[in-house]
T-cell receptor
Framework: NAGVTQTPKFRILKIGQSMTLQCTQD?????MYWYRQDPGMGLKLIYY???????DKGEVPNGYNVSRSTTEDFPLRLELAAPSQTSVYFC?????????????FGQGTRLTVV | SQKIEQNSEALNIQEGKTATLTCNYT??????LQWYRQDPGRGPVFLLL?????KEKRKERLKVTFDTTLKQSLFHITASQPADSATYLC?????????FGAGTRLTVKP
């Protein structure tokens, strides 16, 4: 099984450019998440989705947008990249189950904005 | 407010000793607590889940306890090895908008 796949693995953006971080999972999970992790810090929730067509803001949504048109895919969009968005981005998915189901994480996308 | 927190940012121990990490909760009675491991530059990996009606859960050298009186979960790694060095996470909110704190960074010295 592929699990959670993120692309690209690395990317350098210039200030003001836009890009989409891709995330896809093949486990038919309802829940999907986007986190960012700055050096030496914990994971911060950006957006999450409890199913196709449903998305909601997390702790740090400003500067990002998401969509969930299918169960498998949960892309994260940066419209106007800023140096503060330099970070490692992780996508995760899990089945519903009120806390009894484990989350699976992708390998991460390391983004640098210069 | 409802909170699940880990009580230390870093823990250094000698190889062979038992590492004990703590996750406390306040104003909240979670039905489950989860523990994850994160290595630098990689996504967290699920380790163990314990339900509130379970006193203890084991997996190889790992043991998790759930004490509803003390409102805490303890995570133990016995016979620790340098390869156990990582950050260990207890999700602050394991359901819906799943959130994590900074975790506890464990360093096992040879």
């Amino acid at each position: 099984n592929a699990g959670v796949t993120q692309t690209p693995k690395f990317r350098i953006l210039k200030i003001g450019q836009s890009m989409t971080l891709q995330c896809t999972q093949d486990m038919n999970h309802n829940y999907m998440y986007w986190y960012r992790q700055d050096p030496g810090m914990g994971l911060k929730l950006i957006y999450y989705s409890v199913g196709a067509g449903i998305t909601d803001k997390g702790e740090v949504p400003n500067g990002y947008n998401v969509s969930r048109s299918t169960t498998e895919d949960f892309p994260l969009r940066l419209e106007l990249a800023a140096p503060s968005q330099t970070s490692v981005y992780f996508c995760a998915s899990k089945a519903p189950g009120q806390g009894v189901t484990e989350a699976f994480f992708g390998q991460g996308t390391r983004l640098t904005v210069v | 407010s409802q909170k699940i927190e880990q009580n230390s940012e870093a823990l250094n121990i000698q190889e062979g000793k038992t590492a004990t990490l703590t996750c406390n909760y306040t104003n909240y009675s979670p039905a489950y607590l989860q523990w994850y491991r994160q290595d630098p530059g990689r996504g967290p990996v699920f380790l163990l889940l314990i339900r509130e009606n379970e006193k203890e859960k084991r997996k190889e050298r790992l043991k998790v306890t759930f004490d509803t009186t003390l409102k805490q979960s303890l995570f133990h790694i016995t016979a620790s090895q340098p390869a156990d060095s990582a950050t260990y996470l207890c999700p602050q909110k394991p359901i819906n908008d799943m959130r994590f704190g900074a975790g506890t960074r464990l360093t096992v010295k040879p």
